[in-house]
């Protein structure tokens, strides 16, 4: 993984490539908010202030976070008419990278900035550096398709057994041990992994390691480094493979697997946990800050001790110059950002499978999108 990221940083130096055209415009759905004429919403709950807000705000980065974007965005545009947003859900990766090139006014990443990432982003941000701010959160759903058996449990050991290929078929002992109830098949194993960057495989990975140090000794990161198994881009390629192929297995964010079978994760607790938003919430609970100054870098515990917590959990954080912001897109980052962490839209997080910040976190996130410059 450290090579990676450093053949990553590396390419940043070999001339920006242009992303706009590969930025897809995320659609402005109607709305029933009305407009005062000044670009505000005269609808008397909401907390969207356009400001000075105008232009093409151009972002990209996690797809696991695409369907929260969808969402902030139809809600943000039906008011703030002179704003428009485009966001490529391109991978963590590859939006740091967009961003550390300066073609982006910030980035979404499933893991927060390492001391490479931060060192080369003072080259973009004018005597400054990018921060990490957390503003979306969820389960990482373990998904997977197997007719007629539901409500499958896996724990850390057997999952990572399974996706380092030493445990090949459904009806395998270790399998068959957590689930006695269940009529497991004889079906081959197939697993998926991300073939992009990813933050999600970071996460997922670090629960792994954190959780069964004996049988996931990989170094981690946002590359998939286990041999074996098959490769999609993307949550939504995840997603797709999953239900097209019988015995298959694969991770992603819960609202891509919202219609698919999902696997219960066999913890400390008495029963095991399902992979829901509230579980989510609790787990994020127990997280600690661990970036200096206005970043908001999380440490996640990925073995939680409090009782229906989901532990596979990720954070998703919009990473942003702290100062040196281009003027052009300053006073729509910091509008779209407001929004984003404000409670109402903090709110719509549920609707769309994603857990909102915890109050003690988000509250730190509100203050320091303001202080932007």
Known sequence: MKLQRKNRLRALSLGAVAVTGALALTACGSDDTGDTGNGESTAANSAIKCDDAKGELLAAGSSAQKNAVDAWVKAYTASCKDVRINYNPNGSGAGITNFLQGQTAFAGSDSPLDAEEIAKSKEVCKDSQAIDLPAVGGPIAVSYNLPG???????????????????????????????PEA????????????????????????????????????????????????????????????????????????????????????????????????????????????????DLALELNYEPKTDGAYPITLVTYEIVCEKGNKAETLAATKS??????????????????????????ITKVRTTVAGLS
């Not at 409500?151 to 090949?168: P, Q, R, S, Y």
């Not at 495989?201 to 954190?210: E, I, M, Q, R, V």
């Not at 549920?350 to 976190?361: C, H, L, T, V």
């Open 183 to 294: 009529k497991l098949p004889s079906t081959k194993i197939q697993t998926f992994h991300r073939s992009d960057d990813s933050g999600t495989t970071d996460n997922f990975t670090k629960y792994l390691k954190a959780a069964a140090p004996e049988n996931w000794k990989y170094e981690g990161g946002k590359a998939w480094e286990a041999k074996g198994g098959q490769s999609a881009n993307g949550s939504s390629g995840l997603a797709q493979q999953v239900s097209q192929t019988a015995g298959a297995i694969s991770y992603m964010e819960l609202s891509y697997a919202k219609d698919a079978q999902t696997v219960k994760i066999k913890t400390a607790a008495a029963e095991p946990a399902e992979a829901t938003v509230d579980n989510a919430t609790k787990a994020i609970g127990e997280a600690k800050v661990v970036g200096e100054g206005n």
């Open 336 to 361: 779209f950002l407001n929004y984003v962490t404000s409670e109402e839209g903090q709110a719509i997080l549920k609707d769309a499978s994603y857990a909102p910040m915890p109050e003690e976190i």
């Open 149 to 179: 058996v539901d409500g499958l449990v896996l724990d850390a050991k057997t999952l990572a057994m399974i996706f380092n290929d030493e445990i090949k078929t459904w009806n395998d002992e270790a399998i068959a041990k957590l689930n």
